[in-house]
């Protein structure tokens, strides 16, 4: 089965500093690859997926992801960090199957 | 709105008990997943299920089982709970087809004691 590789467990930054949030996919072809978001004692809730066409995907609250094959890499970004951005995220990879993988995730933290 | 229910949001199991967890989804999705979540290790599946009665193993089975009897609901059992099982598990679902989401009920806190 694909899996995906988030790298770096814990990110800060400062409120209104780029967010970068690293996730490496392991196809060689395209699969279907989406970032999660979970804040503290909710649920996980779609950010963004990614469907084939489109190299830059954009999803909800400024965030977006850019889909590079030749890097094998799916990294969510957002320009401007806000606190209320502060959560952890999950990037996962659905499989022909229709299995669902996941990260091991990303604790971000904004500090003011 | 999809809605994913799971039956409980904390419960306290003794060691040895057989444990059974319930969800429910409203969606008639074809897809329904069974996650353990643990700091540091993300969310790891433990089985999936495509249709009624059909299963399939994730990364992380033993010690579990699941059941599969109405496409809407799909239950997790431990069949004798350790307390290496205490965890947070989350019940997912999604459409068969196409490039379509998982959607996550609330999450179910178990502790084996």
């Known amino acids: 089965a694909q899996s995906v590789t988030q790298l770096g467990s814990h990110v800060s930054v400062s409120e209104g500093a780029l967010v970068l949030l690293r996730c490496n996919y392991s196809?060689?072809?395209?699969?279907?690859l989406f970032w999660y978001v979970q804040y503290p004692n909710q649920g996980l809730q779609l950010l963004l997926k990614y469907t084939t066409g489109a190299t830059l995907v954009k999803g909800i609250n400024g965030f977006e992801a850019e889909f590079k094959k030749s890097e094998t890499s799916f990294h969510l970004t957002k320009p401007s960090a806000h606190m209320s951005d502060a959560a952890e995220y999950f990037c996962a990879v659905r499989n022909n199957n229709n299995d669902m993988r996941f990260g091991a995730g990303t604790r971000l933290t904004v500090k003011p | 709105d999809v809605k994913v229910t799971q039956s409980s949001r904390y419960l306290v199991k003794r060691t040895g008990e057989k444990v059974f967890l319930e969800c429910v989804q409203d969606m008639d999705h074809e897809n329904m997943f069974w996650y353990r979540q643990d700091p540091g290790l993300g969310l790891r599946l433990i089985y999936f299920s495509y249709d009624v009665k059909m299963k399939e193993k994730g990364d992380i089975p033993e010690g579990y089982s699941v059941s599969r009897e109405k496409k809407e609901r799909f239950s997790l059992i431990l069949e004798s709970a350790s307390t290496n099982q205490t965890s947070m598990y989350l019940c997912a679902s999604s459409q068969g087809q196409g490039i379509a989401e998982a959607f996550f009920g609330q999450g179910t806190r178990l502790t084996v004691v």
């Open positions: 196809s060689s072809v395209p699969p279907y």
